[in-house]
């Protein structure tokens, strides 16, 4: 089942975070991304091109697919600087390609429509 949604999905819109420079704070555009090897789950934030940590499965926020069916999955990410778990549910959409994501155990948490990210060739034969 979670062969079908193995990839590098992207949000389709940014979030605007505040980020501290030179005292003081600069807009910038983040994507999040959600990375798929099997059971494992990366999670991580940055500019719209950016596939550097899928390409080498390194996440600091990782964690597990804990259930999965033909239209929806669960799973969670740990965060190592809080020492806690995020849970969320994503709705899986146009055979795979979409991802309507939700965390389940904070309201303002992430959330939105993750688009499966085109790969190298080389990478996705892999």
């Not at 005292?23 to 555009?29: E, K, L, P």
């Not at 789950?41 to 926020?61: A, C, I, K, M, T």
């Not at 990782?62 to 020492?83: E, Q, V």
Request: charged share 30%.
């Amino acid at each position: 089942m979670t062969d079908r949604i193995n990839g590098l999905y992207r949000t389709k819109d940014p979030e605007v975070v505040g980020e501290y420079h030179a005292g003081g704070i600069t807009n910038v555009d983040v994507y999040w991304f959600l990375a798929f090897h099997g059971m494992d789950v990366g999670l991580y934030g940055s500019g719209p091109d950016d596939r550097r940590r899928y390409d080498r499965e390194e996440y600091e926020l990782a964690g597990r697919i804990t259930s999965a069916s033909n239209d929806k999955l669960h799973f969670y990410i740990y965060n190592p600087h809080t020492r806690s778990n995020a849970y969320f549910e994503a709705i899986i959409e146009d055979n795979g390609d979409r991802l309507n994501v939700r965390q389940t155990n904070d309201e303002k948490g992430i959330k939105g429509i993750f688009e499966r990210q085109a790969l190298e060739r080389s990478h996705a034969e892999t």
